[in-house]
């Protein structure tokens, strides 16, 4: 049985309640527990906390929409000792493996939010090869080392200063990023230590060597997930109308001529049906572009779209005034867009969306950012979530 061990203390010091605290619109320790339950290879997910604040706040995780998500967890006491200051992490996981049986552990750790479920799929197919007793998440730096020497004089540690490499050829050195770390229960209560014996490392994105410990750190990995595409679950409310920009979000965005100058795009079947099932679902629908071609309007009809406004300079005000035309508030409207020209509108939906090769100031505001690029299914995608939702509510 392998179990994962995320320790959770409400003592933090330099941020108050750090694990709990919001990053990308969910707690801190919100995204290794989803991590850690989305890995094939865990059996369970304990949480170790001494919080009952925390404690309640992991449990809302298994009420919400994604509550199946969350099966393999369950919230655990440690002891007052465990969660002191001057505590080990290793205390708290000998505590653990006294009272618990299992086979193998991977510690967790909420500090690093970067962490993705296959990041600890590939730790466990490591961990499974012959010969292996530990694994340890590290990052891959290519800078150079330098130390001082008894005298006070510096000297480079890891490379040579008259044969400088260059960065493609320097394989630089692993450092720890402190996310996960696999052993046996056997080989953790005899060497009280969270890896022993032949250890192999599995390398993580360059991003993650980053960890929330103080302010700044906050601000950093922020931004770093949100470069990375990574938002949190948004409840969607009542979608009755659902609008689109075309170049971008239906198409890749391309601009295409044949040898006659004729223009061309290509557009997705899949949004095709994706419309089709809003309209099952009784969902008006529509595009709103500031383009004027006759593509647009030939692709629109072939949807049998409810709404096609073409040469749109305002989009929000066109938007409102499409729902006040149908008395539809802009709160159950679902809008797609890629570029800043759209950002109003999806700032002021209740559920605004975007391709994953949005712009990045659309990204950051988006509710939801579309696994496919424009073009590949975009509109697809959101359909599904919309129709999930709606199924979840009947």
């Not at 919080?51 to 509550?67: P, Y």
């Not at 700044?216 to 990375?228: G, V």
């Not at 629908?285 to 305002?314: A, F, H, P, Q, Y």
């Amino acid at each position: 049985m392998n179990v994962a061990f995320i320790p959770v203390r409400g003592g933090s010091k330099s941020i108050p309640l750090k694990n709990i605290k919001y990053l990308c619109g969910r707690p801190l320790v919100y995204w290794v527990i989803k991590a850690a339950c989305g890995c094939e290879y865990i059996d369970k997910v304990y949480v170790a906390t001494d919080s009952e604040q925390i404690k309640r706040t992991v449990e809302s995780f298994q009420a919400g929409m994604e509550g199946s998500l969350f099966d393999k967890v369950e919230v655990i006491g440690r002891s007052a000792n465990s969660a002191s200051d001057t505590a080990s992490t290793e205390f708290a996981m000998l505590e653990f493996a006294k009272n618990y049986e299992f086979d193998h552990i991977v510690l967790v750790q909420a500090t690093s939010p970067l962490l993705r479920s296959d990041d600890l799929n590939r730790g466990f197919q490591i961990f499974n090869s012959e010969g292996t007793d530990s694994v340890l998440s590290v990052v891959r730096q290519k800078r150079f080392h330098w130390a001082n020497d008894e005298k006070g004089y510096t000297y480079p540690t890891n490379y040579d200063v008259f044969c400088r490499p260059r960065r493609q050829e320097f394989d630089g050195y692993l450092v720890e990023n402190g996310a996960f770390y696999i052993s046996s229960k056997k080989a953790l209560l005899k060497s009280k230590n969270r890896v022993s014996g032949n250890i192999k490392a599995v390398e993580m994105s360059e991003d993650t060597f980053f960890e929330i410990d103080e302010p700044s750190d906050w601000i950093i990995i922020e931004a770093l997930m949100k470069k990375n595409g990574i938002a949190a679950f948004v409840e969607v409310p009542e979608i009755k109308m659902f609008l689109t920009d075309c170049d971008g979000c239906l198409t890749d965005g391309g601009m295409y001529y044949s040898e006659k100058g004729d223009e061309l795009k290509k557009f997705n079947t899949r949004d095709g049906m994706g419309f089709a099932l809003l309209r099952k679902m009784g969902i008006i629908t529509g595009i709103i572009t500031s383009e004027n071609v006759d593509l647009n309007r030939r692709r629109g009809k072939k949807l049998k779209l409810d709404i096609l406004e073409m040469g749109c300079k305002n989009k929000l005000e066109k938007v409102t005034k499409i729902c006040s035309q149908y008395g539809i508030s802009l709160q159950n409207v679902c809008y797609i867009g890629d570029d800043v020209n759209d950002l109003t509108v999806i700032e002021a939906v209740g559920y605004g969306c975007c391709p994953k090769d949005a712009v990045r100031e659309v990204k950051e505001a988006a509710d939801y950012i579309t696994e496919a690029k424009g073009g590949k299914g975009v509109i697809r995608e959101v359909v599904e979530i919309i129709s999930g939702q709606r199924k979840n509510a009947e």
